[in-house]
């Protein structure tokens, strides 16, 4: 996949004098943020792509040279080619301002935005192309362990170390939360057609759930010890767990019943997991520094995976090429390995796989070593490891609060394989291929650009006042409150011309005598009550109903100074009409339309042009002036 760069710039304002810019600020070194771009790939690929019937793409093979840069195609256009998704190149480093263990990473399933669940609780969202922080979300109260989607992409479950599981929409609206087990959840997993979904905790137990209710199904027990992994077929009913007494067990979902055991591992298992585009391949590792390859079809191991000096953590399958397996290390490390390549040192007898020996059944496996290896990709143990979709991108979270995206190399690079994550930050200072300096205030200047990334992020998602009054009938007009300023604005809402008081300051309504009279008086005495005072004066002109004719005058020697003051209301002020370019009703905002005659239209006010708005966001700054 193609890479580009673009400038970050970052502006600090200064109290004065430095910088050279006319606010006084000044500005910090440009530093380049990387971003993957896959669309002139797709794109290239999908205006070239051909059956496989008649021999694929026709495309010129790519070469060692930076010239075939543009003709790069996605994993899923070679899939007779796995090792040109080999990811050998480091992208970027993604953390958090308050940093946390990084327990699972998960690709939304468009593949626009990486999931990560620290061990705080927290969802923290990054862009997949620029890998800059988007959001950040108290998803739980304690550890999350195992985060999954569902297969129709509608649904996110999660699950905690208090064997709480959350239900998620996409827009991650909380919507349900269900008290799966009392000990920590540490896999889950959905049904094929997402009606279930199993989970693997410390109680060493399995537990299937029906997904629309929430309810617990069935119990599955076997397991002497804590249950670690646990997997769900892609297109069967059949599951796999491991447990931390070496066992991995395959289960009939529908009756519970343990199939089979499958031994190999002298270890506690940490990941169990199902190839997902074909489904006739499982994947084992654990603490025992090996990771098997089982055939369902043959029921016995046929792989097995040695180069890891520690613990294996975690390993996942490539989404596109059935023999790609990447596994995570306790030491920091990331080995890539290719089944169909055995990659055996110098000086190490070749062992063949079991399907090329005359007795396939009691054959020994046959030992695959990495095919590529990142030593040093992380400092801590790694994990949790995701392809992006479209594998072209591998994520990793680990322990030390780092989330790292991988890539493959483009044609002409070598440098990538010489740098720090490969050979170490001495050697690879030693070689120029890192400088330890630059390389510190580098990853400084990221996590700086990280944390303004967040600030931004959460002044975005900061809401208005619920508590305020709205204007009836006119959704987004608040009243103005009472310790509005003197110009009539407050903060939050659009104030409306004429001084409209807010609902609390309303004065009591007059009492308003029927026209013509209390019905069954004399209008002679009725006339002498008014002048007594006992009853209210009729409203000012101009304010009575329609269809209601207009109250007698007063009489002549009326006279409101011989009564005590407050007995009457004040008269309710009235609003004035509003002007032509008020808009309607007088509404700040809404313009009518200048056909006439068609109704009226919201318009906006003028927007400056683009040269003023150039001029402006140079003199903050912003933007250098054109050479």
């Known amino acids: 996949m193609e890479r580009h760069n673009w400038d970050q710039q970052n502006i600090y304002g200064g109290g004065g004098g430095g910088g050279g810019y006319h606010d006084g600020g000044y500005q910090r070194k440009t530093s380049k943020r990387a971003v993957t771009d896959y669309g002139s790939s797709m794109i290239q690929w999908m205006r070239n792509r051909q059956p496989r019937y008649k021999a694929g793409p026709r495309v010129e093979m790519e070469r060692p040279s930076p010239s075939y840069i543009v003709d790069m195609m996605p994993p899923t256009a070679k899939p007779h080619n796995p090792a040109d998704a080999i990811p050998a190149k480091h992208l970027h480093s993604s953390l958090n301002k308050a940093r946390h263990a990084v327990n699972a990473v998960k690709w939304t399933p468009e593949g626009r935005r990486l999931l990560t669940g620290s061990y705080s609780g927290e969802f923290t969202l990054w862009n997949g192309t620029a890998f800059n922080f988007e959001t950040i979300m108290q998803a739980h109260d304690v550890a999350i362990r195992a985060v999954t989607y569902s297969h129709n992409e509608d649904w996110l479950l999660s699950a905690c170390n208090d064997g709480v599981i959350k239900y998620w929409q996409p827009n991650f609206n909380n919507v349900k939360a269900i008290q799966a087990h009392n000990d920590p959840i540490r896999g889950i997993s959905f049904s094929p057609n997402d009606t279930k979904f199993v989970t693997a905790s410390d109680d060493a137990t399995l537990k299937i759930f029906d997904f629309s209710g929430g309810v617990e199904e069935s119990v599955l027990t076997g397991h002497q010890w804590d249950a670690?992994?646990?997997?769900?077929?892609?297109?069967?009913?059949?599951?796999?767990?491991?447990?931390?007494?070496?066992?991995?067990?395959?289960?009939?979902?529908?009756?519970?019943?343990?199939?089979?055991?499958?031994?190999?591992?002298?270890?506690?298992?940490?990941?169990?997991?199902?190839?997902?585009?074909?489904?006739?391949?499982?994947?084992?590792?654990?603490?025992?520094?090996?990771?098997?390859?089982?055939?369902?079809?043959?029921?016995?191991?046929?792989?097995?995976?040695?180069?890891?000096?520690?613990?294996i953590s975690t390993l996942t399958w490539h989404p596109f090429h059935t023999s790609l397996l990447s596994t995570g290390g306790n030491d920091g490390s990331i080995f890539h390995y290719l089944l169909n390549e055995p990659n055996t040192p110098a000086n190490t007898t070749t062992s063949i796989p079991p399907y090329d020996s005359t007795d396939s059944k009691n054959a020994p496996a046959q030992t695959i070593y990495p095919a590529h290896r990142l030593q040093h990709a992380h400092d801590m143990p790694v994990w949790s490891l995701d392809w992006h979709p479209l594998g072209h991108i591998l994520a990793s979270g680990s322990n030390d609060r780092v989330t790292r995206f991988w890539?493959?190399?483009?044609?002409?690079?070598?440098?990538?394989?010489?740098?720090?994550?490969?050979?170490?930050?001495?050697?690879?200072?030693?070689?120029?291929?890192?400088?330890?300096?630059?390389?510190?205030?580098?990853?400084?200047?990221?996590?700086?650009?990280?944390?303004?990334?967040?600030?931004?992020?959460?002044?975005?998602?900061?809401?208005?006042?619920?508590?305020?009054?709205?204007?009836?009938?006119?959704?987004?007009?608040?009243?103005?409150?009472?310790?509005?300023?003197?110009?009539?604005?407050?903060?939050?809402?659009?104030?409306?011309?004429?001084?409209?008081?807010?609902?609390?300051?309303?004065?009591?309504?007059?009492?308003?005598?029927?026209?013509g009279g209390i019905p069954g008086m004399d209008p002679a005495k009725f006339a002498q009550l008014l002048a007594s005072g006992k009853l209210p004066p009729p409203p000012p002109p101009g304010m009575h109903g329609q269809g209601f004719p207009p109250p007698p005058p007063l009489p002549p020697n009326f006279d409101f100074s011989k009564f005590p003051p407050g007995l009457f209301p004040p008269p309710i002020p009235i609003l004035p009409p509003p002007s032509q370019d008020a808009g309607q009703g007088g509404l700040p905002g809404l313009s009518d339309n200048a056909g006439g005659g068609a109704g009226s239209i919201r318009r906006r006010g003028p927007l400056p042009s683009q040269q003023e708005s150039l001029k402006m966001e140079q003199q903050r700054g912003k933007y250098r002036p054109v050479r």
């Open 228 to 311: 670690k992994s646990v997997d769900w077929h892609p297109t069967k009913g059949l599951l796999v767990s491991g447990s931390k007494d070496h066992q991995v067990k395959l289960w009939d979902p529908r009756t519970g019943r343990c199939l089979t055991t499958l031994h190999g591992h002298k270890n506690t298992l940490t990941r169990t997991l199902f190839e997902p585009s074909r489904g006739q391949l499982l994947a084992t590792c654990g603490r025992d520094q090996v990771a098997r390859v089982f055939d369902l079809r043959m029921m016995r191991d046929i792989c097995l995976l040695r180069g890891h000096e520690k613990e």
């Open 407 to 515: 890539t493959r190399a483009r044609p002409g690079e070598t440098d990538c394989f010489n740098d720090r994550w490969h050979i170490g930050g001495e050697a690879a200072e030693m070689q120029g291929t890192w400088d330890k300096r630059n390389g510190k205030r580098s990853m400084r200047e990221e996590e700086e650009m990280e944390i303004e990334d967040e600030a931004d992020g959460l002044v975005d998602q900061t809401m208005p006042s619920r508590n305020q009054a709205s204007l009836p009938g006119l959704p987004g007009l608040t009243l103005p409150s009472a310790n509005a300023g003197s110009d009539g604005a407050s903060v939050g809402g659009v104030q409306l011309r004429g001084g409209l008081p807010a609902p609390n300051n309303l004065p009591p309504p007059p009492m308003i005598p029927p026209p």
